[in-house]
């Protein structure tokens, strides 16, 4: 009798835990509604609830607010800044050529920008990481002349900001702004458990200090094989990011990287940008299983209507063609 008293004095514990945790994040939804900036509190009991379905909720009506049901992506083609091709392959429709990898000097640089700008054909050239061209910035070269070199020889923009690693931040911005590089895309390299909550407060604080960013990609571009996040994890540091982040335009999911499925859940739990759709078509399976399709199905699966933008963020002119 008395293990079943304790039993049920136990159940009813957790039921009125699972109440209360309900009841807290009804009340932030609409404290979230009214255009309240949350608290490390609030975000804390965002990232340990279990209720994955009412914090998708939350963080896609945010989006909602912002962007109603359009979907950008943007086709890539990458290069790599050691191996530029020659020449472009077959089938290839981008809206944005990317030098991908870390120059070991800024002639390495420089020769992959003009080697990319050869192939562009007036699509935007993009490449780098700040911190990649801090790493090869010395005394007599410093950030700035490296991005005017890098401009005048084609970059068009700096591919990403990792929040994480690079220094001086906001001086390094200003650096490659100043000479004519855009500076829109901030990214995370890695994320501990520690830092999920301060990178948001780090993106939030950046847009307000320095504007022009135009998105956050909020998960990590490198993931620890000791401690891999999960789904749950994933998607709620989505949602987390889309909540806090209500100045900066877009969150961002990497279509390779995270793959299509989690993709698509991330879509239904606030993000509205997704980076790196395949820009070469194999030719292999048909119209109906390339690249655009694919990539397009999976928005209107999730609801929303596929929009296609290029390197800019500006909408390609045939962006609303299916």
Known sequence: MERLTSDRIRGEGVRDSVLERAMSLEELAARIER??????????????TNDL??????ADDVRRRMHGSRTTFVRVFELHVDAPPASLPPRVSAGEIR?????RTIEAALA??????????????????????QAVATVTDELRAICLRLRDAGLEAIADVPLDVVR???ASVAAARSAGLAVQRLTVSTLTETERIAIAHRARDLQTALGGFRAFAPLPTSTSVAAPTTGYDDVKQVALARMLLTNIESIQVDWVRYGPKLAQVALTVGADDIDGVAAVDPGMLGTRRSPLEEIRGNIRAAGLEAVERDGRFELRRDARAG
């Open 112 to 133: 992959s920008v003009r080697a990319a700008a050869a192939l562009a054909n007036g699509l935007p050239v993009t490449g780098f990481s700040l911190a990649a061209l």
């Open 53 to 58: 379905i009412t914090v998708g909720m939350m």
């Open 168 to 170: 001086d931040m906001e």
């Open 99 to 103: 030098i991908v990898g870390e120059p």
């Open 35 to 48: 255009g309240e900036t949350l608290s490390d509190v609030d975000a804390r009991a965002i990232l340990e």
